[in-house]
């Protein structure tokens, strides 16, 4: 069964150190991944995704996150955290199956930047 | 503007009270679904369509109904409002059923006392 955890339920960091925020994945098939950033009383927005091309995928707002399946992570990365990226973040896993597709998705990690 | 629209935003109501809450989508995407967001639980699906007529159960569909008349508009219908279903409701579409990228909406806050 498909299914994903973020290891982190709040994450602080400085402005302008690295941020990472940790995402593993159980999928009994080769998974499609997604990062989603949801700012405060704001709609989800796709960060970046991942669909079995190059592991290493580079999405929007200079975030990056590798698929790395030996470790069945999919961690997101960011070198240098601006104030504007405080905010929460879901790690999402695709469940195929039947006629539709579902979107698992994780609990979330908190980000705070502190100036 | 592509876009997904939710109203209304914020909903104070009482318990046993019918509510609706409208979402719409101007992409003529064929797949809309709604979930719940809770502190702690993620994003849980409680309904999705994948055309007009064509309406299914999520993960947590108890308490909810749902209408796909038309391809843009999918509203979710609360018949009898229980405190528990105070939560923040997201509704989504994209493009498929083979669902990839979803475009959100922006919420809807809604508190049942």
């Known amino acids: 069964a498909q299914s994903v955890t973020q290891l982190d339920s709040h994450v602080s960091v400085s402005e302008g150190t690295p941020v990472l925020l940790r995402c593993n994945y159980s999928?009994?098939?080769?998974?499609?991944l997604f990062w989603y950033v949801q700012h405060p009383n704001k709609g989800l927005q796709l960060l970046l995704k991942?669909?079995?091309?190059?592991?290493l995928v580079k999405g929007i707002n200079g975030f990056e996150a590798e698929f790395k399946k030996s470790e069945t992570s999919f961690h997101l990365t960011k070198p240098s955290a601006h104030m504007s990226d405080a905010a929460e973040y879901f790690c999402?896993?695709?469940?195929?199956?039947?006629?539709?597709?579902?979107?698992?998705f994780g609990t979330g990690t908190l980000l705070a930047v502190q100036p | 503007e592509a876009q997904v629209t939710q109203n209304p935003r914020y909903l104070i109501t009482v318990t046993g009270k019918k509510l609706t809450v409208t979402c719409s989508q101007n992409?003529?995407?064929?797949?809309m679904s709604w979930y719940r967001q809770d502190p702690g639980l993620g994003l849980r699906q409680i309904y999705y369509?994948?055309?007009?007529?064509?309406?299914d159960k999520g993960d947590v569909p108890e308490g909810y109904k749902v209408s796909r008349k038309e391809k843009r508009n999918f509203p979710l219908i609360l018949e009898s409002p229980s405190p528990n279903q105070t939560s923040l409701y997201f509704c989504?579409?994209?493009?498929?059923?083979?669902?990839?990228?979803?475009?959100f909406g922006p919420g809807t806050r809604l508190t049942v006392l």
């Open positions: 989504a579409s994209s493009r498929g059923t083979k669902v990839e990228t979803q475009y």
């Open positions: 999928s009994s098939y080769s998974p499609s």
């Open positions: 991942y669909t079995s091309a190059a592991t």
């Open positions: 999402v896993v695709t469940l195929y199956g039947g006629a539709t597709n579902k979107l698992i």
């Open positions: 992409m003529n995407h064929e797949y």
């Open positions: 369509s994948m055309n007009v007529e064509v309406t």
